[in-house]
């Protein structure tokens, strides 16, 4: 349910952006109320405060925001608020920035390996998977985990790619135990 109702909001925020030519600040905006949000986990109590009324969050949204964001994106807030879908704030949030990128064709990546990158293997995975794939820039979030003991693991959005020494130690280990004497 949570999942429908924040592609719901952000479709609609998307769709708005797109119309009015002004999906770019809409993205500024959305980034921006997502820190604050962070920066300020009182806020969202207060406004998921179940002995709170409606209308007064709803004056709450105007005086916070009111001059400091656009009327469109003002209003957005004040609507998740009428429609008591506040504490869905979040992953609305997170699902327009997402659907954004992928308009924009920005990927985001996951990159799992058993050692530190350098510098000049950043630059050459990041090159890699933006000829592999139909993206113009791409956010890399990488990690480390021991475990792997050679090669990485990436992931973009469903896709995984393992080509890990661990993922392949795994599979021989299937294989042998299948195999019947």
């Known amino acids: ?45 207060l406004m ?25 994106f003002t209003g957005f807030l004040k609507l998740i608020v009428t429609n008591r ?9 997170e699902y327009f920035i997402l659907k954004v990128k992928e308009h924009k064709k920005i990927g985001i990546a996951y990159v799992t390996t058993p050692l530190k990158l350098s510098d000049s293997q950043k ?11 139909g993206y113009v820039s791409m956010e890399i979030n990488y990690d480390i985990d021991e475990s792997l003991i050679g090669g990485m693991v990436i992931r973009i959005g469903d896709r995984v790619v393992d080509s890990s020494i661990k993922n392949k130690l795994e599979g021989l280990k299937r294989e042998l135990v299948s195999i019947q004497l």
Request: glycine share 4%; net charge negative; aromatic share 6%.
């Open 123 to 133: 630059e050459a995975v990041k090159s890699r998977l933006l000829d592999t794939t």
């Open 48 to 72: 998921n405060h179940p002995k709170i009324l409606r209308e007064d969050k709803e004056q709450i949204v105007e005086s916070v925001f009111k001059g400091r964001l656009s009327d469109e």
């Open 85 to 93: 879908r506040y504490s869905e704030i979040d992953s609305i949030l």
């Open 1 to 45: 349910m949570a999942k429908l109702v924040s592609a719901t909001y952000a479709d609609a925020l998307f769709e708005t952006g797109i119309e009015d030519g002004t999906l770019d600040s809409l993205y500024d905006e959305a980034h921006a109320v997502q820190q604050i949000l962070k920066d300020n986990p009182d806020f969202s109590r």
